[in-house]
Structures are given as structure tokens and as C-alpha cells.
């Protein structure tokens, strides 16, 4: 029976005991007096403790059904029971299905695979065609997220004026959001009969996707006050009327890096400030991070960055169905189901790649 095998070497891999402590260290904290003084704080902490310890629970339950399985498989062994071998091995089907599920989850294991998550889309040239490509990625991701029982927030939006949406940020708050949303990072190119030509000639869209981890004020880089340029502006929506009679979005610039972030989904110009400042940390990060892939790029090769030389992923509509990952070669003809939020097996396929990549 290869499910226990595969069961006994993953649950390794997975390493249950470290769980079981970090749930311990994230109980004693919430069991502190002081523990809701910082609100966004605790949320967060409960979020993470909720989803480890429903992540223990289905891990230990599986290998206590897998033991039982074994235990059973034995008792064919002495005794010659059709209906005991049937039941053995529909007992197998149901937890090879849910084992496969879990297998998944191993494929998380980066630093920051665990983390919230920063997703920015940003529309390509080619005014309102990309814009509205831009805007099927948001529906497409918004769907993902869904399925996934994941919280979205828009934390900053730019409308294109005729249709379509020139940018915007989104903070996903999920366990393994920013592990999954990652494999979304760079280019995405769009085939299509655009519906904005009277002519119906094909058009060829690209929108930039980036996905960046939600980092504590403690693991990002240091920021300065000093560093910080804020300014207060009114919210605008659609066909740019107020939508706030006060000036409640905020706009920072990082001085020594030149970042902009902004934020205007909230009321509240505190709660704002707050968002945009944790779109900086990530971008920081990001950038951090980048400069140090590019001193090893000398001696490691070539690093393929979520920029806009490094298409991804094509998505053709006309003259034939296709989504296409360019750099895991997996692909599908259901183009509607992907734009509808299927992006598991491309996610899986690219975690896959990515390993093999850094052997």
C-alpha cells in the first residue's frame, strides 16, 4: 500500500512536532493580558493559530485513518473476506484523495510561503484592451481566493476611463496565500478578438502581476520616519467624483528607494496609512531581495523577476483555447474554467518547477 509509505515520509517532511510547538508559542501569546491592545496584531495571530491547528488536526486524523487501514489490510492477509477487501480498498481511494490534498502543502517551504499576501495587477500599453485584460485577472484572482476560503481587500484601485482598471492592489489574508500567489508573479498575455474593435481583428493584451509577502513591522526592512513622504488626498471612484468629503487616502514616498504606495479603500485616513505602509514594507522587501538575487546572478544564472521582459503565462481565446505556462510548459484548453479561478494545477505544476529549478 503506497499511501502509508508516502504518508510516514511526508508526515517527516511535514514535522508535526514543530507544529504542535508553534501552536503552543501562539496560544501563550493570545493568553496574554496586553494581547489585544494591537487589534490587527491579534487578528492576525488567531487567523494563524486557526489554520495550524486545523492543519494538525487533518494531518493527525489522516495518519490515525491510515494506521487503522494497515491495522485492517492484516486481517485480509489471514482471512479471505471479499467484502472486507472491498471495503480496504475504498477506504484507500477516500484517503489517497485526501492525502494528495496535504501533499500539496509540502511544496510550501520558503520563508514567507505561509504569509498574507500583497497582489498588485498592473495593465499593460494598449489602453482600454489591456485595461479590461487587467480587469479579467482581478475577477480571475478575486474567484481563486474565494475558492480558497480567503479574505480580499482592495487596498488601492486606478479605473481606466472607459472600462477596465489600470491598477490595483489587493491584501489576500489567507494560510500559504503569498505560497500559492506567488506562482502568479510576472507577465500575462491575453489572444483575443477584442471586443472594443469595431473591425473584431485579434489584439494582443499583457497585464504585469506582482505578489509580494505581507511581512510584520519586526521582519521587514527598517523605515525610517524620515525616509517617509505622506500626503493626504480625497478618495476618487468611478469617472472620478469623491467618494470622501475629507481627505482620507494616503499617498507615501520612500525618499532613498523613490516607491510610491497609496491607499483609499478605507474611510478612516489612520487605517489608510496603515495599508500603504504595509504595501511599502513588502515592496521594500521585495527590493532587498532582488538586489541580492542580482549578485548571484554572476554565478547562478539568469533570474527570472515578475518584470515586464518575462511573459508567463499565455492565455489565447482566438483562433484556438489555450492557457499556456511558459515556464513549466504545462497547459489546458479551458481557458473559461482558468479565468474563473482554476489556477491549482498551474500552481502545482510551477512549486513542482521551482524545486527543480533550485536543486
Known amino acids: 500500500m503506497s499511501c502509508p509509505t508516502r504518508s510516514q515520509r511526508l508526515g517527516g517532511y511535514f514535522d508535526l512536532d514543530q507544529t504542535v510547538e508553534e501552536i503552543k508559542g501562539l496560544e501563550t501569546q493570545a493568553a496574554r493580558p496586553d494581547f489585544w491592545s494591537k487589534q490587527n496584531e491579534a487578528r492576525a495571530v488567531q487567523q494563524k493559530l486557526a489554520d495550524l491547528q486545523k492543519e494538525l488536526t487533518t494531518w493527525q486524523n489522516l495518519k490515525q485513518q491510515t494506521e487503522e487501514l494497515l491495522a485492517l489490510s492484516q486481517e485480509v492477509k489471514l482471512a479471505s473476506d471479499e467484502a472486507l477487501q472491498l471495503e480496504i480498498t475504498t477506504q484507500l481511494t477516500k484517503l489517497t484523495a485526501q492525502f494528495a490534498k496535504l501533499e500539496f502543502l509540502v511544496l510550501f517551504d520558503e520563508k514567507y510561503d505561509s504569509h498574507n499576501a500583497i497582489l498588485a495587477i498592473h495593465a499593460g500599453t494598449g489602453g482600454v484592451e489591456a485595461q479590461d485584460w487587467a480587469e479579467m485577472l482581478l475577477r480571475m484572482y478575486l474567484r481563486f481566493c474565494e475558492n480558497q476560503d480567503w479574505q480580499v481587500q482592495i487596498i488601492d484601485e486606478s479605473r481606466g476611463n472607459e472600462a477596465g482598471i489600470k491598477s490595483v492592489v489587493l491584501e489576500v489574508v489567507g494560510h500559504y496565500a503569498y505560497g500559492y500567489l506567488k506562482a502568479e508573479a510576472g507577465v500575462h498575455r491575453l489572444v483575443r478578438i477584442s471586443p472594443f474593435d469595431a473591425e473584431k481583428m485579434r489584439h494582443t493584451s499583457f497585464a504585469l502581476v506582482e505578489a509580494l509577502p505581507e511581512l510584520a513591522e519586526l521582519e521587514a526592512v527598517t523605515i525610517k520616519p524620515e525616509d517617509l513622504e505622506i500626503e493626504m488626498f480625497r478618495a476618487g471612484g468611478k469617472g472620478g467624483q469623491n467618494v470622501n468629503k475629507v481627505s482620507t487616502a494616503v499617498r507615501i514616498r520612500h ?105
Open 255 to 359: 525618499l532613498p528607494s523613490g516607491l510610491v504606495v497609496k491607499s483609499q479603500s478605507e474611510r478612516s485616513q489612520e487605517q489608510n496609512r496603515q495599508n500603504a505602509l504595509k504595501v511599502l514594507r513588502a515592496k521594500l522587501h521585495q527590493l532587498a531581495w532582488s538586489e541580492k538575487q542580482a549578485e548571484k546572478q554572476q554565478v547562478q544564472g539568469e533570474h527570472l523577476a515578475g518584470s515586464w521582459g518575462n511573459q508567463i503565462r499565455s492565455y489565447v481565446m482566438q483562433p484556438y483555447q489555450m492557457v499556456k505556462d511558459h515556464r513549466t510548459k504545462f497547459e489546458v484548453s479551458e481557458v473559461g474554467k482558468v479565468l474563473d479561478g482554476e489556477l491549482l494545477s498551474f500552481i502545482e505544476s510551477y512549486l513542482k518547477w521551482q524545486k527543480q529549478v533550485n536543486k
